[in-house]
């Protein structure tokens, strides 16, 4: 008769159940997991808002190549509001203001629709 081979190569099924004893020393406290933890989101909040404030400066100065003056307002891809003003004299902001404004007239009009 033919013998089936394990796909073990040769494995024993009871040495996987053999726990090797730590020591001591090899444990980490629940006080230095939680610091450790605490650490790694605080550097990766800061990097994600270092990268948020370094593409707004690049949308901007995009931007002020094309614009004289003017207003974004929208959402990123995780949800979170943008709003980008650029107005170099009161003269620019008076007009961005008088823009939005005719704007939102425009398109809450319920005659338009």
Request: with cysteine; proline share 4%; net charge positive.
């Amino acid at each position: 008769m033919l013998k089936r081979i394990n796909n073990s190569m040769g494995e024993n099924p009871d040495d996987k159940k053999k726990r090797i004893p730590k020591n001591n020393s090899d444990k980490i406290g629940k006080e230095q997991i939680k610091q450790l933890l605490k650490e790694a989101l605080q550097a990766d909040l800061l990097e994600r808002s270092r990268k948020s404030a370094d593409n707004k400066v690049a949308i901007s100065s995009t931007l002020e190549e094309f614009m004289k003056c003017f207003i974004v307002l929208g959402y990123d891809m995780n949800g979170n509001p943008i709003n980008l003003v650029h107005a170099n004299s009161q003269q620019d902001a008076d007009s961005l203001s008088t823009a939005v404004n005719r704007f939102f007239m425009q398109n809450n009009n319920p005659d338009a629709f």
